[in-house]
Structures are given as structure tokens and as C-alpha cells.
């Protein structure tokens, strides 16, 4: 694989990987811990929503996160022809 | 069956399986021993990474805090899971297309340097170290409570069966060993959790009891908390009758934050961790393993809160206002004429764990906020075997008054009891007055979290022992960079390193520290401040040199270190910690200074050679990864 190209897979993983740790912040550090008060003032069959993004919640979205991510570089591969 | 027989039945049968598949697996070659050849199916190697990850503190000990600290128990359910997508999106494809088989082997490659492998070799030995010994208190623990045999003797007995295994197996045996104690594990803690939630509030699936409403009516001690509350609400009414801040509201945030920032990148950044995604075939199987493993650790996580949330109610409404004498003797009746047996209490008692202080004389338990103990920082100091009037153990703490500002927080309520935090998940099937067979699951289950782990610590210190310090250190010819140690020889040397490790994380289980838990903060901290930054560096910045990354990893480490000893071993003060941040969440600090320095310092120097910023344009790209190799 050319250098140019090389280049350009490079910044195309890197801006997927920004987009996805960025909900993976949002979620945790956000939801769960930085604005957990505000979020607390939702609350679903007596559970406060920032509390159970931080017990429960961002966890599924991890999981979500991981696959999207695996799905996303495989198509990434697959357009520059890198894959194995 | 009785209850000692069946927990003899499910260990002794785990036990075996764990042996026969050591000897189905046995290791060949140095690839086979340090990565199983590099052919593990990422579904396999998820599992694996899964029960290698969770270890008896997720097991044993994770539950029983979040039932005790509530809110902020987050930081330790989002930490421990959120490190997996940085490491499937940040470590985990570039290092297995960087294709060795150590995390020194990485560093000291990358940064070309020999200092840097055996700063990495050292970091390695000491965090993993710290972490075995946590899991030998949890062998002993389970040994002591549910065989009935002496800690010393249960530790030996653990020892052995890693022995087996490990030495034998290297990380084939370990990996393949580690997908059946998963399966033992997620059975024995799903089981329980299962039944808790149908018992509280009536509901099959663990994951949505929280969101359910209680399926009794209990008294807190206070009032009565009528059947068909949510039980969030319960629990908040009930901890906040007794003097407790509400379970779901938080804390110090920032704390949480540094903290869980700290978990998050410490998980990335544990060499055992780290490790498993060498042993998949290719790039795109080590994103997968990654996606997989946090789905199989996921099933145990997303039912923790609700089980720690119905151990605290369970805990309240079993022990609040029984009188001691009859409720251990098994004669204490309920309001509706069932039996609430306390057998479980004596027999923790008896081990130490949980201790009752008739603080008002009147013979019955009261638990509610503060220490039940006086002195010895609220925690009981037993005297000898000595039994009271109503056959409690006796202790020799002070004996004072509940503070009166307490008291009234608590509507009057002086708390009696001390309840070590690592006992609610072991005890809460006894507790709930499940069946025996479910109780005898916990043993197995406690003894596969602790084992997986502690074998999958050992190996990683062995291979930093034979490959990356005899072999890649001392042995290595000076003109060729070349090691002159033959591969049988290398295996042999990994072998005896993983025997010696053995034996000292059996000293310290019998010779437990008695810090242990302090010294996780230790693990965590230093990976994050070591390991985390000085990869991502590596593979995300071309231009990071040997200087930038020795420097980084120097300060960072050190930096978090001396917080860390300062303020837990050398009794430093909590109105000095800098910017009020705790121990615990202080590598958060120490990461972002190696960052700092690093890139300061990499660029006030040269560049690295040509190669290996060719070395890195590869890792960036998954094609052509092949197969672990030694060199």
C-alpha cells in the first residue's frame, strides 16, 4: 500500500475512533458522573436516570460501542483493501 | 444432600474439570506457553478475558461495596467496563499486528531502548504482584468460610491446582481452563441473583429488579415500608431513617470522576488485560475479542447494582431488631410465622468478619449508620474465643457511647454491627435462606474468579521473567540484538519463573498484607500512569522517542507512586491531598503528566530512527499481521 494511502486509512480510523469515544465520554463521565444531579431529576419506575447510567446504562452502550466500532473498521478495510 | 457435602461435590468437580483440561492442552512450544500459539477463537478468547478479568474482587467483593457506598459504586461498574473500549479502539488491533508476545516486548521494541523493557518488566512484576495478593485473601476466604479448612491449608490447595495448570498449560492450558471457570462463575453468580430478584420485588431478570417495586413489606427499624414501594425509593427511606445519605445520590463528583478516569485507563493499561489480545489469529479477531469479552463481563456487571441493591434491603429487614440469642440458634420467627435463621451470622462471626455490640443492653441487633465498634477505627478487635452473655464474641475495643449528633441522625438508633464488605455477596444467598445447592454454587463460583485471575497474573509474571529480562535483556547478543537463549531453554526458565511466582503469591496469601485493599488503588494507579499513556503514545504518535517515553514513564510513575504511599502507608493527611483528590484517583494525574512530559521532552529531542517510525506507519495497518512471533 502506498504512503498517501496509508495516510489517508490512518485519518479515516482516527476520526471513527474520535466519534465513538466521544459517546463512550458522554455516557460514562457525562451521564454517570458529570451531570448525574441533573439527570437524576428524571427518574423511571423509581430508578434516577443518572444513576442508573452509572450502574447500568453506559454498560450496554460499551458493548453497543465495541460492536459498531469492529463493524465500521471492517468497511473501512474492506475500502482501502487492507484487510487480511 | 447436606449442605457440606454439596459444596465438596460442586469445588471437587470444578477442580477436576480445571485439571483434566490442563492436560488436554499442555504446551509445546514458548508461543504455546506465553500466547497459545496465537490461534485462540475470539469468542473463546472473550470468555477467557472475561474470567481472567474478573476476579474475586468483582466476584466476592464488588456487590457488597456498591450495596454500602451506593451511588458512587459506579465509578467501579463504569471503570472496569469502559477500560475494554479503549483498549478494543486505542491497544488492542495495533498491538497484536505489532505481533510479540509481552507488553515489555512492546515497549522496549517501540522505544528502542533496554531501559525502558526493564522499567516495563519492573512495573509489570509489581502490579501484577499487588493484584495476586488479592486474590489469595479471596482463595482464603472461601476456603475458610464454605470448607471449612484452615486459610493456610486452603491457600496451599488453590496454589496446587494453579500449579497444575499454569506450569503445565502456559497460556493454553490457562485460556482454555479460564472459558469453563467463566462458565462456573456466571452460573454461580446469575443463579443467586436470579432468585434475590424474584424473592425482593418479584422479578425474573436481576438486570430489571431495580426498576421493580418490593415484594414485601419490611420495618426498617423506623417505620414500616410498605409492600409494592419501588425499590429505590425503599432503600432510600430505609438508609435514610437509619442515619445513611441516600443510596442514590452521589457523593464527591469529582472524586467519582478522577476515580473512574483511573479505572478506566488502568483496565486499558493491566498487562494481564492486555496480553489476550495476543493470542488471537488476526487484527480484526482482536477488535472482536474485545467486543466479546465485554459482553460476557457485561452479563455479571449489569446485575451487580440490583443484587447490591437487594443485599442492603435484605441485610436490613433480616438483622434490624432480632434478638441475637434466638436468630443464630435458628428459633427467631418472622411475622408470619416462618423462621429468620441467623445461622450465617454466627459462622461469619466465627471467622471474624462480622461482629455484633449490644451497645444498649437490650439484647437485640440494631444496625443504623456510625461504628459499632469504638476505637480501632470502628472495626471490632476480638478477644480471643471469649462469648458473652448471649454467646456473642467479645472484643476488647473501648467501650463508649454512640455519639449523640449520630444518634439523632439515626431517629435514635445507636448501630451494633460491623459488616465486612466482602461477605454480602457469599452471604447473601444464606442470608435470603436459599437452597443449598445454590450456597454450595458460591464456593465453586468464588473459587473459579479468584483462580482464573491469579493464573493469568502468574503467567504474565513468568513471561515477563524468561522472555523480556533473561531473554531479551540478559541473554541478548550486544552486536546482532539477537537473543542467545535457545527456545526449550526459555521455556524451561518460563516454567521455573512461573513455580517461584507461585510460591510467593502463596507466601502472601498465608501472609496476607493487611492493606490489601488499598493496594489495588496501587495497581490501578500505576498502569494508568505507566502503561496507558506510554502504548497509546507509541502507537498515535510517530514522533514519541525513547526520551519523551522514559522520561514520561519515570515521572508518572513516580509521581503517583509517591502520592499514593504518602497518603495510604505514611499516614499522610487528608486536608494535604492536592486539590482534595483522593489516593484512589490520583493515577488520573499521574497519566496526564506523562502525557505532558513526554511530548514536551520528545520533542526538545531527536526523532526516532527511520525503522521504527516504519515499524509504526505497520502497526497502524492490519494487513500481513501473521502470527505472534518471537522475533
Known sequence: MDAIKAQEYWKENISTILKLLAVWFIVSLGCGVLFINQLNMIEISGVKLGFWFAQQGSIYIFVILIFVYVSMMKKIDEKYNVDE | ?????????????????????????KAGSTKDFYVAGGGVPPIANGMATAADWMSAASFISLAGIIAFKGSDGGAYLMGWTGGYVLLAMLLAPYLRKFGKFTVPDFVGDRYYSDLARTVAVIAVIFIS??????????????????????????VMIGMGIVFIYSVLGGMKGITYTQVAQYCVMIFAFTVPAIFLSLQVTDTFLPQLGIFAQTAF????????????????????QAVNDLGFNNYTDPGNIFNMFMLTVVLMAGTAGLPHVIVRFFTVPKVKDARVSAGWALVFIAIMYTSISSVAAFSRVNLINNVQNVEYAKFVSGSQLRADGTVNSGAWFKTWENGGLLAWNDRNGDGKIQYAAGAAFDGAKGKPKFDGEKRGEHGQRLTTNAKGQAEQAQLTKNNGIANEIYVDRDIMVLANPEIAHLPNWVIAL????????ALSTAAGLLLVISSSISHDLFGQVIYKDKKTGQTTLSEKNELALARAAAVVAIGVAGYLGINPPGFVAQVVAFAFGLAAASFFPVIILGIFDKRMNKEGAIAGMAIGLSFTFIYIAYFVFWGGNKADYLFGIAPTGIGTIGMIIHFAVAFVVSRATPPPPKEIQDMVENIRVPMGAGKASAH
Open chain 2, 129 to 154: 504482584f499487588t493484584y495476586v495478593a488479592g486474590q489469595m485473601r479471596g482463595v482464603g476466604i472461601v476456603f475458610s468460610r464454605f470448607l471449612q479448612v484452615d486459610v493456610n491449608t486452603g
Open chain 2, 1 to 25: 444432600m447436606e449442605l457440606q457435602g454439596l459444596i465438596y461435590l460442586f469445588v471437587g468437580i470444578s477442580f477436576a474439570l480445571y485439571i483434566g483440561i490442563a492436560i488436554w492442552s
Open chain 2, 442 to 449: 458460591m464456593a465453586a463460583g468464588g473459587l473459579a474468579a
Open chain 2, 217 to 236: 413489606a419490611f420495618d426498617d427499624g423506623v417505620k414500616m415500608i410498605p409492600e409494592g414501594t419501588y425499590l429505590m425509593h425503599a432503600l432510600d
